[in-house]
Nanobody, 112 residues
Framework: QVQLVESGGGLVQAGGSLRLSCATS????????MRWFRQAPGKEREFVAIISWSDGSTDYADSVKGRFTVSRENAKNTVYLQMNNLKPEDTAVYYC?????WGQGTQVTVSS
């Protein structure tokens, strides 16, 4: 059974940094791509970043370009989201996604 487990969320002041991790298990994640999404209170879930397992190519939502970096460690089947220069509007629950599978989410709160 595929499992995705996020960690690394927390409370940080504006301008600070956090690194989220998404540990995967249950199969070999060598195909398709891993995505990060986030959902703020009262808002729809939105795309944040994507990384290909095979070639490491990435893409980002305009709102996080230049501040967030997604990476992968294939040997550990783990994907990371490095978040720098955090803003209050980045406050949300962050989820990793692979196909139809979702993690449970990790809360990120940025205080002003």
């Amino acid at each position: 059974q595929v499992q995705l487990v996020e960690s690394g969320g927390g409370l940080v002041q504006a301008g600070g940094s956090l690194r989220l991790s998404c540990a995967t298990s249950g199969r070999t994640f060598s195909t398709y791509a891993m995505r990060w999404f986030r959902q703020a209170p009262g808002k729809e879930r939105e795309f944040v970043a994507i990384i290909s397992w095979s070639d490491g190519s990435t893409d980002y939502a305009d709102s996080v370009k230049g501040r967030f970096t997604v990476s992968r460690e294939n040997a550990k089947n783990t994907v990371y989201l490095q978040m720098n220069n955090l803003k209050p509007e980045d406050t949300a629950v962050y989820y990793c996604n692979w196909g139809s599978y979702w993690g449970q989410g990790t809360q990120v709160t940025v205080s002003s």
